[in-house]
C-alpha cells in the first residue's frame, strides 16, 4: 500500500485539454482516426518500398526511415493522449514519462535531419542527374541514414537526460499532453536559465541547421529548373520535389514555433495545439501526401493489390 502512495507521487498529471472538456471528446475521435491512418499509411509505405522493385532507389530507401520515424513517434505518444482524453484519469508514471520524453525526442531530432538528408537526395537528382547513382550510392546512403538515427539518440540522451535531473520540488502538473522537454523544464524549482540555452542551441542544431540545408538544396534545385525551358522537366521536377517540399513545411512549420521560442506568447496560449500538429496530423498526411503525388508509388499499390487478386484467385 505504501508502495502504491508513493509511486502515485511519482506520477505525472498530463492536463492536456482536460480544461475543455467537450473539445476533448472531438479531439479523442480525431486523434484515434488519425493514429490508424497514420499506421495503416505508413506500414504500406515500408511494406512496397520494401517489396517493389521499381522502388529500390535512394528516394525510397529514406521514405521508409521517414514512414518507420513517422509510426514510431506517434505510437510514443498517441495511445497514452488517447487514453487520458477518453478517461477521467490523466495521470502517466514517472517511467512512462521518461520512456516518452526520450523516445519522442530522439525519434523527432531523427525526423529532421532525415528530411535535409532527402533534401539533398532531390538535389542530387535534379542537379546531377548524370551522376546520380554514382553520388546517391548504397553505402552513402546507409551513412546519411544512420547519421539522421544517431544523432536523434545523442540529442535525447544529453536533453532527456539533464532535463530528468532538475530538482521539481513536487510539482507534477504537466500543461502538455505528453512528456516533452520545453513543458518538463518548466516543472524546475531552480533557475533554468541554462537549460533553455541548452535547448535553443540544440534546436538550431537539429531544427535550424537542417532547415538551412533544406533551403540551400531547394535554392539549387529551383535555380536548375529555370535554366531549364522543357514544361515536362518543371513537370518533372515538381513532382521529384513538391511531395518532400509539403512534408517539409508541414513538419517544421510548427516544431520550430515550440522549441526555438518555448516561452513566447504565441508558444504558451497555442503549444499544445502546434504540438498536436506535428505528433499527429503530420505522421498522419505523410504517406498521403507522398502516395496522391506520387506515380510510383500509385504503380506500386497497383501490382501490390493485382498480385494479391491474381494470387487469390
Known amino acids: 500500500m ?3 502512495n508513493s509511486s502515485a507521487k511519482d506520477d505525472f498529471v498530463l492536463v492536456g485539454f482536460s480544461d475543455q472538456p ?7 475521435v480525431v486523434v484515434l482516426i488519425s493514429y490508424l491512418l497514420t499506421l495503416v499509411g505508413n506500414t504500406i509505405i515500408i511494406l512496397i518500398s520494401s517489396v517493389d522493385p521499381k522502388l529500390k532507389t535512394p528516394m525510397y530507401f529514406f521514405l521508409t526511415h521517414l514512414s518507420l520515424v513517422d509510426l514510431c513517434f506517434t505510437t510514443s505518444i498517441v495511445p497514452q493522449l488517447l487514453w487520458n482524453l477518453r478517461g477521467p484519469a490523466k495521470t502517466i508514471t514517472a517511467l512512462g514519462c521518461a520512456v516518452q520524453l ?3 525526442l530522439a525519434l523527432g531530432s531523427t525526423e529532421c535531419v532525415l528530411l535535409a538528408v532527402m533534401a539533398f537526395d532531390r538535389y542530387a537528382a535534379v542537379c546531377k542527374p548524370l551522376h546520380y547513382a554514382a553520388v546517391m550510392n548504397p553505402r552513402l546512403c546507409r551513412a546519411l541514414a544512420g547519421a539522421a538515427w544517431l544523432s536523434g539518440v545523442g540529442n535525447t540522451l544529453i536533453q532527456s537526460t539533464v532535463t530528468l535531473w532538475l530538482p521539481r520540488c513536487g510539482h507534477r502538473w504537466l500543461h502538455h499532453f505528453f512528456c516533452e522537454v520545453p513543458s518538463m523544464i518548466k516543472l524546475a524549482c531552480v533557475d533554468i536559465h541554462a537549460n533553455e540555452v541548452q535547448l535553443f542551441i540544440a534546436s538550431l542544431v537539429l531544427l535550424l541547421l537542417p ?6 538544396s531547394y535554392g539549387h534545385i529551383v535555380k536548375a529548373v529555370m535554366r531549364i525551358k522543357s514544361v515536362q522537366a518543371w513537370h518533372k521536377a515538381l513532382g521529384t520535389c513538391g ?6 513545411s508541414l513538419f517544421y ?3 520550430t514555433a515550440v522549441y526555438i521560442r518555448p ?3 504565441y508558444a504558451h496560449m497555442h503549444g499544445k495545439f502546434i504540438s498536436l500538429f506535428y505528433t499527429v496530423v503530420t505522421p498522419t498526411l505523410n504517406p498521403l501526401i507522398y502516395t496522391l503525388r506520387n506515380k510510383d508509388v500509385k504503380g506500386a499499390l497497383g501490382r501490390l493489390f493485382h498480385k494479391d487478386r491474381d494470387l487469390g484467385s
Open 2 to 4: 505504501g508502495m502504491n
Open 22 to 28: 467537450k473539445l476533448e471528446k472531438i479531439l479523442f
Open 102 to 104: 526520450y523516445v519522442s
Open 211 to 216: 532547415l538551412a540545408l533544406i533551403l540551400m
Open 243 to 248: 511531395s518532400h517540399l509539403l512534408v517539409v
Open 253 to 255: 512549420g510548427t516544431i
Open 263 to 265: 516561452n513566447s506568447s
